[in-house]
């Protein structure tokens, strides 16, 4: 890991311009050949204060193009670590799953400090996941809910295959509803996988409608304009998160 930030320069005055910059990225103008500094330390209040939940997005789409075009941030995470150890202010809360392909922070390129993260298979919520998105959101301020799914799920493969195995054929439970409420012309199988996506899109969409619907605390937060909470996609294949907010 190399540490480009270990120079003499204060971490502060690093970090401001690190913020800066990843501001301009955030505000459009990303076409301009700025050069990517990532955060030296996490996320300060007043930093993660000014970005609206339209930013978060952007940051994390930033983030994603870097993973994907293998040119990530060269994260000091001893500095974050060291400046997140007092106090943190992530700037989102990420649903996404299990499973060990598609690990939130690596792919969004985030870094210590900067997200909260709940993972369960097959991204579905239950009301402890709610309670930690709350704690998230209306006590430490994080501006977005992002529900991840990913294609190739194999929990929504085993939801599709009605598998049975101790506490995951409840798990699997809540999962189901997205299989009868997706319009799929073709076979559906979990041996097809182009339906295992459809499935697990839906699925995204419908935990984005369950917390909503269950969690007056977050409906209230969006509709105040304080957070967004929208679902996304991520391609295994590509490495692309697709992210539904328009
Ligand atoms: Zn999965």
Redesign the pocket.
């Known amino acids: 890991m190399k540490n480009v930030l270990s120079v003499s320069a204060s971490r502060r005055s690093v970090l401001k311009k690190s913020f800066a910059l990843t501001c301009l990225t955030v505000m459009g103008v990303s076409g301009l050949a700025v050069p990517h500094i990532s955060f030296a330390a996490a996320l300060s209040q007043a930093e993660r204060d000014s970005m609206t939940p339209d930013d978060v997005i952007e940051h994390f789409r930033q983030g994603n193009l870097r993973f994907r075009e293998n040119r990530p941030a060269e994260h000091d995470y001893i500095g974050q670590k060291r400046s997140s150890a007092a106090g943190q202010y992530p700037a989102a809360v990420i649903l996404s ?3 060990s392909r ?1 690990p939130a922070e690596i792919i969004l390129d985030a870094g210590i400090g900067e997200t909260f993260n709940s993972r369960v ?3 579905i919520s239950n009301p402890d996941i709610l309670g930690s998105m709350e704690f998230a959101c209306a006590v430490a301020g994080a501006k977005l809910v992002l529900v991840m ?2 294609t ?5 493969r085993g939801a599709i295959d009605n598998a049975e195995l101790g506490n995951l054929t409840g798990l699997l439970d809540k999962i189901k509803p997205a299989i009868a409420k997706t319009d799929y012309n073709g076979e559906r199988k979990g041996s097809n996988y182009d339906f295992v996506d459809a499935v ?1 899109r839906k699925n995204v969409e419908l935990t984005v409608e369950s917390i909503r619907r269950d969690s007056q605390v977050l409906k209230n937060l969006e509709d105040t304009g304080k957070i967004k909470i929208i679902g996304s996609m991520y391609h295994l294949n590509g490495g692309v998160v697709d992210f539904y907010d328009a």
């Open positions: 799953c299990i499973d598609a298979a097959g991204n799914g990913h190739g799920c194999g929990a929504v697990a």
